[in-house]
């Protein structure tokens, strides 16, 4: 499916988004204290806590409850904090005022298939205005509501509508197979999930719907090919694996649309994952949380909805929503992963690391579990176990590709870290020769050698390759400069050293080299000024003394310069 314009969306929440922007007075409100619920409010949605922004709107509101402003704010509030009950009585008010408001008649239509009143349901669709894209919600979720009804006919009818809106085809297609598998009309349904599969974007979700329709009709040996045919791909791995171990098993898998909110919710998360990452975070989790409210268990969508909270920097939702997906689960572990990975965010490395041991004892040949332990030790400068957890990682490897060439990177920084340099040499080579044209790895390695003096022609034109694949990388054209330092040539190595401190400008290791530089060429007063602005940048703990003697031993040519 294409992904859909935020312009399209925001129809779909008109009154709640428009009240959410609204600039409003003092003079607005009944009391002070409502304004002053409404003002902290406020900053709680500028900081997206939604949680918060719902407590203290609802809170206003019952000071003031006519208040239309105070009403919507709250209703688009507590949906995004996914308290969708709470909501259910703003909406009702809503539709009072404007009958066919289309965020609080989504909302009562939601509300009714929760509860399996699909001809309730049915009735808020048809009494909602229509938009670009609110029309195609709509579509879909009468097309589930009906078949909840029994009316398999009339959904498929709905299901046509849907290519009338425009690029959404493949949405089509997508929905008419999982229906007609709900449905049992088993021929038709392999038909349609054939022409779903045979888009080259595949999706995950009709991919696991297809293999348990193959499994469930005693079609083993076709549904062992298609997991094993998808080993490759990341995103259809998991499934994969979970398949074959399924059949190895001699089990029979649940259909992944059990019910019609099912194929609803998996609407609206298709909805959520078509839309820009950056431009509609707020309403993209309006609709993960509406489809989680309609199927609690459509891990999917948990994995896109802690997503959208890690795009806005709020680590802790996202973990709350990670450590709701069970680990026996397709999604389970790269979750679990990913919990500690927002701990690190959160300057919890301590937690991180006890919680990746852990998962490691329970999953030890999981190459994303050691990665990631890696990453955690690396965080928190523990360098020798950072290196034996990447040690683990590279283990399970079978043959090494191009693709695994920062697993080797990565050991080969924490085993120079830990001052283990034959190793390190060594892994940053491998990872040259997985992937020869990785700047990063070309810098690394490049500016290790000329710190230590060594290879320093091969280690010019390695860094020399590093900045032509990355021009504007400040750190790469200072490792360029001090190359051409350590061979003398000092009016280049400045050229270079004073582009890098342009690109750098607070970095202190990079001024200190342009005021070395400086001072090769006979620019004494430019080097001291620089090595200056390298102590006021504040260097480490072992530079700084040799930047302060510098500096001391420059003063009396500084001042007879100036004298």
């Known amino acids: 499916?294409?992904?859909?314009?935020?312009?399209?969306?925001?129809?779909?929440?008109?009154?709640?988004?428009?009240?959410?922007?609204?600039?409003?007075?003092?003079?607005?409100?009944?009391?002070?204290?409502?304004?002053?619920?409404?003002?902290?409010?406020?900053?709680?949605a500028t900081e997206?806590?939604?949680?918060?922004?719902?407590?203290?709107?609802?809170?206003?509101?019952?000071?003031?409850?006519?208040?239309?402003?105070?009403?919507?704010?709250?209703?688009?509030?507590?949906?995004?904090?996914?308290?969708?009950?709470?909501?259910i009585d703003l909406a009702e008010s809503i539709i009072k005022a404007k009958p066919n408001d289309p965020a609080a008649r989504l909302t009562l239509a939601i509300y009714n298939m929760r509860r399996r009143d699909y001809s309730e349901a049915r009735t808020h669709i048809a009494q909602s205005s229509k938009g670009p894209f609110t029309s195609l919600t709509l579509i879909l979720l009468d097309a589930w509501a009906a078949e909840g009804a029994g009316d398999t006919d009339t959904a498929l009818k709905d299901i046509d509508q849907v290519t009338a809106q425009g690029g959404t085809a493949q949405l089509a297609a997508i929905?008419?197979?999982?229906?007609?598998?709900?449905?049992?009309?088993?021929?038709?349904?392999?038909?349609?999930?054939?022409?779903?599969?045979?888009?080259?974007?595949?999706?995950?979700?009709?991919?696991?719907?297809?293999?348990?329709?193959?499994?469930?009709?005693?079609?083993?040996?076709?549904?062992?090919?298609l997991y094993e045919q998808s080993l490759s791909e990341s995103a259809l791995e998991p499934i994969a694996r979970l398949g074959l171990k399924r059949i190895a098993n001699g089990h029979k898998p649940d259909p992944l649309i059990e019910g019609p909110n099912d194929g609803a919710g998996?609407?609206?998360?298709?909805?959520?994952?078509?839309?820009?990452?950056?431009?509609?975070?707020?309403?993209?989790?309006?609709?993960?949380?509406?489809?989680?409210?309609?199927?609690?268990?459509?891990?999917?969508?948990?994995?896109?909805?802690?997503?959208?909270?890690?795009?806005?920097?709020?680590?802790?939702?996202?973990?709350?929503?990670?450590?709701?997906?069970?680990?026996?689960?397709?999604?389970?572990?790269?979750?679990?992963?990913?919990?500690?990975?927002?701990?690190?965010?959160?300057?919890?490395?301590?937690?991180?690391?006890?919680?990746?041991?852990?998962?490691?004892?329970?999953?030890?040949?999981?190459i994303a579990v050691w990665t990631a332990l890696g990453d955690a030790y690396r965080t928190a400068d523990k360098w020798p176990e950072a290196a034996d957890a990447y040690d683990r990682a590279i283990k399970t490897l079978k043959t090494p590709s191009a693709n695994d060439w920062p697993l080797y990177f990565a050991r080969g920084v924490a085993l120079e870290r830990a001052k283990t340099w034959d190793a390190a040499e060594a892994d940053l080579q491998t990872a040259l020769k997985l992937s020869p044209d990785q700047p990063s790895v070309l810098n690394y390695l490049g500016y290790t050698w000329v710190d230590q003096g060594k290879n320093l022609p091969q280690a010019l034109a390695m860094l020399e390759k590093?900045?032509?694949?990355?021009?504007?990388?400040g750190y790469i054209i200072d490792s360029v400069g001090w190359a051409y330092y350590r061979l003398g040539k000092y009016d280049i190595a400045v050229k270079a050293l004073e582009d890098a401190v342009l690109l750098v400008p607070g970095d202190p290791t990079i001024n200190d080299h342009l005021g070395d530089a400086y001072w090769k060429a006979g620019r004494k007063l430019d080097a001291h000024f620089q090595w200056s602005h390298a102590l006021a940048f504040g260097p480490d703990a072992t530079e700084k003394p040799k930047i302060e003697k510098k500096l001391q031993d420059s003063m009396s040519v500084v001042q007879n310069k100036g004298g």
């Open 1 to 44: 499916m294409k992904r859909i314009s935020a312009t399209m969306i925001g129809a779909a929440f008109a009154l709640a988004a428009a009240s959410a922007s609204a600039t409003t007075s003092a003079e607005d409100f009944k009391t002070t204290s409502t304004y002053g619920d409404y003002l902290a409010a406020r900053h709680a």
């Open 175 to 225: 929905h008419r197979a999982l229906l007609l598998d709900f449905a049992g009309r088993t021929a038709e349904a392999d038909t349609a999930y054939r022409a779903v599969l045979s888009d080259n974007a595949v999706n995950p979700r009709i991919f696991d719907s297809y293999g348990r329709f193959l499994e469930r009709n005693g079609r083993q040996p076709e549904a062992k090919q």
């Open 466 to 473: 590093a900045r032509q694949l990355s021009p504007f990388d």
């Open 266 to 366: 998996d609407a609206l998360f298709g909805m959520a994952a078509a839309l820009p990452d950056k431009t509609s975070t707020d309403i993209a989790i309006l609709y993960l949380r509406l489809a989680l409210y309609l199927s609690p268990d459509l891990d999917l969508a948990k994995i896109i909805l802690a997503d959208k909270f890690e795009s806005l920097e709020k680590y802790e939702d996202a973990i709350s929503v990670y450590r709701d997906i069970d680990l026996d689960t397709p999604y389970g572990p790269a979750a679990a992963v990913q919990v500690a990975v927002d701990e690190g965010r959160l300057n919890q490395n301590d937690k991180a690391i006890s919680d990746l041991k852990e998962l490691s004892r329970a999953r030890p040949n999981d």
């Open 48 to 87: 997206h806590d939604m949680a918060d922004a719902s407590e203290l709107y609802l809170s206003a509101l019952k000071d003031d409850p006519t208040n239309t402003d105070l009403q919507g704010r709250a209703f688009y509030y507590t949906l995004a904090a996914g308290k969708i009950e709470d909501t």
